[in-house]
C-alpha cells in the first residue's frame, strides 16, 4: 500500500527530526482571527477535501466507509446521518471531511485494501492508496499543499 503525508507545510520549514520550525504558522480551525483568516482557513480546507477527491478520480472510487467515529451523532444528524461503518457518497464524504477538519468529529475514511484517508492533529492528513497515483499528486501539488510519502501514525 502507498501512504502519503498532504499538509500545507512546507516540508523545507522541518528541523532535522521532522518537526515544523515555524511557530507562527496556523494548526487549527480554532486560530480564527488570531493566525487566520475566514477566507484563508476556507480556501485551504477545501484544498485538502479536494485532495481526497484527487485520490478517489484517480483510483475510480465513488464512496467510501466510515470507521473509528468520534464525537456526539445527535448534534449532527440534521447534518449528516452518522452509523459506524455508514458508506458515504461523495457529499457525505465532503461534510465529514469538513467537520473533521474543523474538529468537530473525528473518524477514518476506508475502502477495504484500497484507500484511506487519516486525519492527524495540527491539520495533518494521510492517505493510502493500493496503487500510486500520479495525477492525484500533481493535482495536490498544484493547488499549493505538499504530499509526501509517508506512513499514517494511525493504521492499525
Not at 493566525?35 to 475510480?60: C, H, N, R, V, W
Not at 493510502?128 to 499549493?144: F, L, W
Amino acid at each position: 500500500m502507498y501512504s502519503w503525508r498532504i499538509t500545507k507545510y512546507n516540508p523545507l520549514n522541518r528541523d532535522e527530526y521532522g518537526f515544523y520550525k515555524d511557530n507562527n504558522e496556523w494548526t487549527s480551525y480554532t486560530d480564527f482571527d488570531t493566525k487566520i483568516d475566514k477566507s484563508e482557513y476556507l480556501e485551504t480546507e477545501q484544498k485538502y477535501i479536494d485532495s481526497i477527491f484527487y485520490f478517489m478520480e484517480d483510483l475510480g472510487i465513488e464512496a467510501v466507509y466510515l470507521s473509528d467515529f468520534e464525537g456526539e451523532t445527535d448534534e449532527l444528524e440534521h447534518i449528516l446521518p452518522i452509523s459506524s461503518n455508514q458508506e458515504l457518497s461523495l457529499q457525505g464524504i465532503k461534510e465529514i471531511a469538513m467537520l473533521t477538519l474543523r474538529e468537530v468529529v473525528w473518524c477514518k475514511l476506508t475502502l477495504q485494501g484500497k484507500f484511506f484517508v487519516h486525519f492527524g492533529y495540527d491539520y495533518y492528513m494521510y492517505i493510502g492508496a493500493y496503487k500510486d497515483c500520479p495525477k492525484a499528486k500533481m493535482k495536490i501539488e498544484k493547488s499549493g499543499l505538499f504530499i509526501e510519502n509517508y506512513t499514517s501514525p494511525y493504521l492499525g
